[in-house]
């Protein structure tokens, strides 16, 4: 045990400081752990965080992952553009989806369907249907 009743600094002129435990290594503190470097890496079998509250800020983002899943109670994302490719896309919600945009384009090479028990188009000025053939009721 090394203990000391004020400020410790441990540090290598020439080289590298590593800390290594058979079992574990341990890093508190009651206030605070900080670490400051120009590059941090860390490499786990698994790791986990868990934080009452968590902040992260960076001006770029990058991730490789095999699969994402976040469960939780409230999603929010706001951004000036939002990009999303995939193969498939599976949406459901059980109560009400509502999409607000200044102007609206779905496009489908094969076929598109809208179908409700109940289904209203309504326009202001305009509602056109246009097709080389149009079959009602």
Same mark, same amino acid.
């Given at each position: 045990?090394?203990? @000391?009743?004020?400020?410790?600094?441990?540090?290598?002129?020439?080289?590298?400081?590593?800390?290594? *435990? $058979?079992? !574990?290594?341990?890093?508190? *503190?009651?206030?605070? +752990?900080?670490?400051?470097?120009?590059?941090?890496?860390?490499?786990?079998?698994? !790791?986990?965080?868990? $934080?009452?509250? !968590?902040?992260?800020?960076?001006?770029?983002?990058? !991730? @490789?992952? *095999?699969?994402?899943?976040?469960?939780?109670?409230?999603?929010?994302?706001?951004?000036?553009?939002?990009?999303?490719?995939?193969?498939? @896309?599976?949406?459901?919600?059980?109560? +009400?989806?509502?999409?607000?945009?200044?102007?609206?384009?779905?496009?489908?090479?094969?076929?598109?369907?809208?179908?409700?028990?109940?289904?209203?188009? @309504?326009?202001? =000025?305009?509602? =056109?249907?246009?097709? =080389?053939?149009?079959?009602? *009721?």
């Amino acid at each position: 045990c090394l203990e @000391t009743a004020g400020d410790v600094v441990l540090r290598s002129r020439n080289g590298s400081v590593a800390l290594e *435990g $058979a079992q !574990a290594v341990r890093l508190a *503190g009651q206030q605070a +752990v900080r670490i400051d470097a120009g590059s941090f890496e860390l490499q786990a079998k698994d !790791a986990r965080f868990v $934080a009452e509250q !968590a902040k992260y800020a960076a001006a770029e983002v990058s !991730a @490789t992952i *095999g699969a994402t899943r976040l469960i939780g109670k409230t999603y929010e994302a706001v951004m000036d553009r939002l990009s999303f490719l995939s193969r498939v @896309t599976f949406r459901a919600a059980e109560e +009400v989806e509502h999409v607000r945009a200044g102007s609206l384009d779905y496009r489908a090479d094969k076929s598109a369907r809208l179908h409700a028990s109940y289904t209203m188009v @309504t326009g202001d =000025k305009l509602v =056109k249907v246009d097709a =080389k053939q149009i079959h009602m *009721g």
